[in-house]
C-alpha cells in the first residue's frame, strides 16, 4: 500500500502563500535552531499560522469547504476503510467493521499506552488479528503506533503507545481534543516521516537512535531527562527556543 504524506508545516505555509522555505534537517534544527527561528519569525507570525495548521493543514483540501472540513475529513476516514483498504488488501466484510471500531477506540484514547487484551477482547480478535488491524489502519496514515526498538523486523509486536496519524484526525475524530495529546501527536507524524523514531525507557521519543525529546509546553523541564545526553526539550507556544529548548513548531520543517 504506497502512502502519499499529508502536508508538512513547511509545505503548508507555501500552500498558503505566506512562505517559502527550504527543508531543514533535524542536525540542522538541533544545532541552528535559534537562527532560523529568528529568520523565520521576521517574515510572518509563526504561532497564529501553526495553530490553524494543527486543526486543518495536513490536507489541502481543507480550502475546498473551511467550515465542513471536519465533517469531510472523517467521510474520508470511512472511504479508507470501506473502500481504499479492501481494494489493495483483501479483507471481509467483518473485519472492515473492526477496523472502524479500532478507529473510534484509539480514537477516544489517544495518545495512551493499550491495554491490548482489553483492545483484543473489545474487538473480539486475538492478538495476531490484533495487530494487523492496528498494521492496516497505520498503512492507510489513519494512526501512529510509537513501540521499542524492534528485537526482529519479522515479528509482528505490540505498540507501546498509539496516536492518530496527524493532529487533524484528532480535530475531526476526538471530542475536545487535548493540548498534550495534539502536540505529540504533530512532533511524531512530522519525525517520523523521515527518522526512525521509537519508545525509549525515558522521555517521550527516542530518535534516530541517539537524539532524545520530551514534547510540552512553555513550562516544561528537563526533570524527566536530566543528565541524559543528546537531551531535547520541543516547546509549544514559543517563537523561539534556547540551548536544548527548541520550539515545537520548527519540526514542521522536516520535510
Keep these: 500500500m504506497n502512502t502519499v504524506h ?43 499560522y501553526f495553530n490553524d495548521y494543527l486543526k486543518h493543514g495536513y490536507y489541502p483540501f481543507y480550502k475546498e469547504d473551511p467550515e465542513g472540513f471536519n465533517d469531510r475529513l472523517a467521510e474520508v476516514c470511512r472511504q479508507v476503510i470501506e473502500q481504499d483498504i479492501p481494494a489493495v488488501t483483501e479483507v471481509e466484510y467483518a473485519t472492515v467493521q473492526k477496523l472502524k471500531k479500532l478507529l473510534y477506540i484509539i480514537a477516544a484514547q489517544v495518545p495512551f499506552v493499550p491495554n491490548m487484551e482489553e483492545i483484543y477482547h473489545q474487538l473480539e480478535t486475538n492478538r495476531e488479528q490484533g495487530l494487523k488491524l492496528m498494521d492496516l489502519l497505520e498503512s492507510a496514515a489513519l494512526i501512529g503506533q510509537l513501540k521499542t526498538k524492534p528485537k526482529s523486523v519479522k515479528k509482528l509486536s505490540s505498540p507501546d503507545k498509539l496516536f492518530l496519524d496527524n493532529p487533524n484526525l484528532m480535530y475531526a475524530l476526538s471530542v475536545n481534543p487535548e493540548i498534550g495529546t495534539i502536540r505529540e501527536s504533530f512532533f511524531y507524524n512530522q519525525l517520523s516521516r523521515v527518522c526512525e523514531v521509537y519508545y525509549p525507557t525515558k522521555g517521550d521519543f527516542l530518535v534516530d537512535g541517539k537524539y532524545l525529546f520530551e514534547v510540552g509546553g512553555a513550562g516544561k523541564n528537563f526533570e524527566q531527562i536530566k543528565d541524559i545526553e543528546n537531551s531535547f526539550l520541543a516547546i509549544d507556544g514559543v517563537e523561539f527556543g534556547r540551548g536544548n529548548k527548541i520550539p515545537l513548531w520548527l519540526f514542521g520543517f522536516l520535510y
Design 6 to 48: 499529508g502536508m508538512s508545516f513547511r509545505e503548508y505555509l507555501a500552500f498558503e502563500g505566506l512562505l517559502f522555505w527550504e527543508k531543514i534537517s533535524l542536525e540542522d534544527i538541533i544545532a541552528h535552531h535559534v537562527e532560523i527561528a529568528t529568520e523565520i519569525t521576521k517574515q510572518i507570525h509563526v504561532l497564529s
